[in-house]
């Protein structure tokens, strides 16, 4: 019976290849359906031999021990993204786009025969060496738009991505845009955004680029000013760097640190990716105590908390009449520890400290205009900040104006 069907099958295949046609004889269908092997099956096994120059290849079923990838995959229709508008103040429903979906879709700004701009959400590093996981954008639809802040110098400013609900036909484009919210970045506590400097730096967003100058939004000079100023002329940026628009903004980071790598952008000049710490931590000081087995003299804090650059001439280890740089700790978000014992955080914040428990991180003032940390306008704006911030303590404290 084996002889019987292996000669059908050469016939039907000599038959396939000596005709040129794609059909197979019926009988040599009926013999194969007949040893278990569906016709589709078959049609496509010796397809696959004529691609192969008649060298039979091995059938496979499709079992349920059969291999993923042997079941061919139907690929879906590509979603065509546009956006021809980035002026929250000229928005139209038409504007409304869907990023959810692939790992890193593709949007196409300003028109729809250019490549388009591939956007990550959010990506990390595997096992493996080299290897680089996306997670795709959360589900739902929005604006892309242009944010930016007045006063600020050039090279600031970024794109946000306002996720709305429409409830009505008769919604505007103005009314869900003030009623949506901005889509947040994968750690849930600022919005995703692209910062300028990720605009200018990459080739990935010159489409996005040209439409911002086109329609008004950023000028060619603010492009040439933003280059100009970065320092020693090349703007180097990394992708993990925090990127502060002026000195005193807040900003995220998770402790414990090895390397905090941040970006200031001064009035002087752009500083790309600097170190700004070095193995940072927060402890626990008014905390219950040290964790039941082990040797701390206080409970190290594991998680993401808001910070400020700030100087300070009240600081342990400091000279008289020395003034230093220091981070603050504003807020924590993960104040529950794995001991399920919060973390308490002095009224009014704490700073961050070194690796030596008790001692807090600190630099000179010289060493950190040397670095392009601080800058003469800068050094100006965490003055100001920093008296205002003692006046109002003293104000608060003594009930009297300063």
């Keep these: 019976m084996v002889q019987r069907f292996s000669g059908a099958l050469w016939r039907a295949v000599h038959h396939v290849r000596s005709s040129g046609s794609s059909s197979i004889p019926t009988r040599a269908l009926g013999l194969l359906?007949?040893?278990g092997i569906p016709r589709g099956l078959a049609m496509n096994a010796i397809s696959t031999s004529r691609k192969t120059h008649g060298s039979i290849q091995q059938f496979r079923l499709n079992s349920?021990?059969?291999s993923q990838s042997d079941i061919p995959k139907r690929r879906s229709?590509?979603?065509?993204?546009?956006?021809n508008n980035l002026d929250p103040r000229r928005l139209l429903k038409s504007d409304i786009i869907d990023l959810s979906g692939p790992e890193r879709p593709r949007v196409k700004f300003g028109t729809a025969t250019d490549t388009g701009s591939q956007l990550t959400y959010y990506w990390g590093s595997t096992a493996t060496p080299h290897k680089q996981v996306y997670n795709p954008f959360p589900p739902g639809r929005g604006f892309f738009y242009f944010r930016s802040r007045p006063g600020l110098p050039v090279g600031t400013g970024e794109i946000r991505f306002r996720l709305v609900e429409a409830d009505s036909p008769s919604d505007s484009a103005t009314d869900l845009f003030v009623r949506g919210r901005d889509?947040?970045?994968?750690?849930?506590?600022?919005p995703w955004r692209l910062h300028m400097l990720q605009i200018y730096t990459s080739k990935e967003y010159r489409p996005l680029l040209s439409l911002l100058l086109q329609q008004g939004l950023i000028s060619q000079g603010q492009i040439g000013d933003a280059v100009k100023?970065?320092?020693r002329g090349r703007m180097v940026l990394k992708h993990y760097s925090t990127i502060l628009d002026t000195i005193s903004d807040t900003f995220i980071i998770r402790l414990p640190m090895l390397t905090n790598r941040m970006t200031f952008i001064h009035d002087e000049c752009i500083v790309p990716t600097i170190q700004a710490g070095f193995k940072l931590f927060w402890r626990d000081a008014q905390g219950p105590g040290p964790v039941k087995g082990s040797d701390a003299p206080s409970r190290v804090y594991e998680g993401y908390a808001v910070f400020r650059t700030w100087r300070t001439k009240d600081f342990y280890n400091v000279e008289e009449g020395q003034v230093v740089l220091v981070i603050r700790v504003l807020e924590l978000f993960d104040p529950v520890g794995p001991d399920t014992v919060p973390f308490s955080l002095p009224e009014g914040g704490d700073f961050v400290q070194g690796e030596v428990a008790g001692r807090y991180w600190c630099m000179p003032l010289d060493r950190a205009l040397k670095y392009g940390i601080l800058t003469p306008s800068s050094l100006k704006i965490l003055e100001e900040l920093y008296l205002g911030d003692r006046a109002s303590a003293k104000f608060a404290t003594t009930g009297s104006a300063p």
């Design 33 to 35: 359906a007949c040893h």
């Design 64 to 66: 349920s021990s059969a």
């Design 77 to 83: 229709t590509p979603v065509l993204r546009i956006v």
């Design 183 to 190: 889509l947040l970045e994968h750690r849930g506590h600022m």
């Design 229 to 231: 100023r970065a320092a």
